[in-house]
């Protein structure tokens, strides 16, 4: 937990710590640690020797599960969503060194990512597979990132988290279990459609509804994996002063959320916030390809 020193928060008397997910295995941090830590167990209880899941050309995930296919002597098979383009950009060429086999589906098959018999079609060519959805979200997910909220020794009054498919701010809000105030910032553009997807998961894993939850759907910054010269800056300014690396898909969107609320008075005299870095600075390299950025712009 890294306590934050701002000119900001003392004026407005909030106190913002980060919790450090992002420090838990070099190749494995934060929400995807979480995601795939009791999935990996499944998938060596069942005798599974393939993981097999769905990303696009800059996902996180598809790193995160290469690594743990290298780490834990599983075979990988990345089905991409788009067709292949050589050479490969960063994320995907870090993949296959990792050993994972790359397959690429049109956007009109990638749509049947989720469709049972879709499944069934692709794992016939798999040895021994196990599956695991896009983003890495299902129900062991949501179990491994329980544990972000019962690890934290100090007191809180509110968790931030950024949000993409939801697992991660599911299984927070079961881990909290109605305490507190738990606030998920949305990557994507018309991110108001996690709200059901959140309430879904928590349902499925806890059989409790919980109203202690929000989403501040106003800090996409153009949808995912986009970016603004504000939110640029604002992840200079940021490392500059906390020496911490935000990234522009997630976290750095989430952060520069949580001090806009402050700035507007959003969290009362007092609150303690506790803002959880997931992440997402592998993906550093494929962003800066893709947008032509180079990491000197930090300095």
């Known amino acids: 937990m890294q306590i934050l020193q701002d000119p900001l928060l003392t004026q407005k008397g909030v106190e913002v710590a980060v919790l450090r997910e992002d420090l838990l295995h070099p ?21 599974a020797e393939t993981l097999v899941t769905f990303g696009g050309a800059f996902s996180n995930h598809i790193a995160a599960v290469a690594v743990a296919g290298k780490e834990f002597g599983f ?17 995907l060429q870090f993949a296959t060194d990792c050993g994972m086999h790359l397959r690429y589906l049109s956007r009109a098959e990638y749509r049947l990512r989720a469709e049972a018999r879709f499944h ?41 988290v950024a949000a993409g498919t939801g697992g991660t ?10 305490k507190g105030k738990i606030i998920g910032f949305p990557a994507l553009k018309g991110g108001e459609f996690l709200a059901k997807e959140v309430t879904e998961l928590v349902q499925a894993y806890t059989g409790q509804t919980y109203t ?27 490392y500059q002063k906390h020496a911490i690396l935000l990234d522009p898909v997630y976290t750095g969107k989430m952060l520069h959320g949580v001090f806009d609320l402050i700035r507007q008075d959003y969290f009362p005299v007092g609150t303690k916030v ?18 032509g950025l180079t990491l000197d712009f930090l300095i």
Do not use: M, S
């Not at 999935?39 to 005798?47: I, M, S």
């Open 27 to 47: 190749g494995i941090p934060g929400n995807k640690w979480r995601k795939l830590h009791y999935n990996l167990q499944a998938a060596r209880a069942q005798g």
């Open 75 to 91: 075979a990988t098979i990345g089905y991409i969503r788009g067709e292949e383009t050589r050479p490969l950009n960063p994320t």
């Open 120 to 160: 069934a079609e692709i794992l016939k060519t798999a040895p021994k597979p196990y599956l695991l959805p896009e983003g890495g979200t299902n129900l062991l997910a949501v179990k491994g990132c329980t544990e972000i909220v019962t690890g934290i020794q100090e007191p809180w009054d509110v968790l931030c």
């Open 169 to 178: 701010l599911a299984g927070i809000v079961a881990g909290a279990a109605g």
């Open 212 to 238: 202690n939850w929000e989403l501040q759907t106003g800090y996409h910054f153009g949808g995912y994996a986009k970016h603004t010269p504000e939110l640029l800056t604002f992840i200079r300014q940021f």
């Open 274 to 291: 506790v803002a959880v870095h997931t992440g997402g600075q592998q993906g550093w390299a494929g962003y800066a390809q893709r947008y």
